[in-house]
């Protein structure tokens, strides 16, 4: 079981190239010894200043507990016994610097530059000169990570960060708003969001919980509720027809942002998972009101049971042996499965419960999705707005009542206990962190 104290000193290499100003390592406390036996005379600071640099030049990450243990000999040797006021559970990296120095208690600031001397000297035969920046991955650098095209009358708006899954960066959730406004203007009559890769979209990146500023943990989560209400206000108020094409598996806000689209086509080895508890949040994109809407009665009763895939519906298995239940409890159940525990539906499930309007097989789900796309762009563009607007306009006060309290609830979560523990966890697999 990994411990807290563990997983948050994995947090110190993702802080410590940035809050020292240097890539100066820092190690953790455990499994190290504080004396490492340097024999001759006392190390001057003068070979505090070489093993400072000595540090620079090593290629290998010698591995967090090495790099949080140096950081805590560094401070004590140079500032003595640790004088910070202890930081907030939400306050990973500053936590974990904390605990390393304040761990070191009164040792002598020249018994801390010895230990600190010897253990980079201990360990610098194994590091080399850095070796270049590793290039990015596929749309990883700035602005690569969502591409926006329009063509065909259609604006497509792809979420490229293959190697994350397409998790949604901070600037990525800017880049959205941006485009969608820009779509609102253009001349395209559809707007289309899908992923690169296998997956469409893994949703909010996990690693958007861990820069807290200064201000802290909950300045943090006061800022990212308003920025998160307005992005999902876009969607809300967006004028044309949204559609999804779900390329791959879709967890988080992207499944939960689509009660706000008005086509949702899904390849048949789409999944739609919404996680909130095991990660200690609630719901946001509307989807604790769109879902239950969705995931009404009638839904069943349209299914057609056996149906191929693509042939204007969804094969489903969806048999319901809710005997006597009123249909508001069946639709609250169904929503509920998904919001508050979890499961995740195919996507011949979802398509039953009403949040996927059609699901193709992958062999041919792009040829046939974007086949009918291009059709119902020579549709009159102000009849399809007009009907879109029509049909929208009824639920958007409603709509943006329930953002506000989604994302008010949510700057709570994010403050959590269960919140905080669940993403370090999430971080700390195979020393994510
Ligand atoms: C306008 C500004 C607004 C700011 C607002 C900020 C806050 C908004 C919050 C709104 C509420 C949103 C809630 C959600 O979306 S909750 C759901 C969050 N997503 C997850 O919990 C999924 C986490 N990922 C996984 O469970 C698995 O990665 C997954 C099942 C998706 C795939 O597993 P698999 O084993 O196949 O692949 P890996 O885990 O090895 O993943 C490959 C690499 O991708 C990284 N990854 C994947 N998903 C995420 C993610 N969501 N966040 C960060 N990183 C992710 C993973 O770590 C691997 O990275 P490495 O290659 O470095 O190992």
Redesign the pocket.
Known sequence: MTTMAQVICGLARRWCFGALGSPLQVPCLQALPLHLGRTATRASQRDLENAVHQVKLWKKDPGNEVKLKLYALYKQATEGPCNLPKPGMMDLVNKAKWDAWSALGSLPKETARENYVDLVSSLSAASEPPSPAKPAADGEQAGGDLVVTSENHITTITFNRP???N??T?QM??DI?LALQAASKDDSVLTVLTGNGE?YC???????FTDIPPEGPEEKART?AI??R??VDCFIDFPKPLVAVVNG?A????VTLLGLFDLVYASDRATFH???GP?G?SP?GCSSYTFPKMMGPSKLSRTKVGSRAGEGGCQSQATVSLQGRGLGQLVFLKAAEMLIFGRKLTAQEACAQGLVTEVFPDSTFQKEVWTRLRAYTKLPPNAVRTSREVMRSKGRERLHAVNAEECGA?QQRWLSEECTSAVVR?LSR?G?L
Do not use: C, H, W
């Not at 967890?251 to 992207?254: F, L």
């Open positions: 190697a994350k899954k998790a949604i901070t959730y800017q708003m997956y893994s949703g909010n990146d996990l690693t958007n990212n920025l998160l307005e992005f598996p967890v988080g806000i992207s919404t996680p909130f990660l949040l946001e949510l999430f195979r994510k």
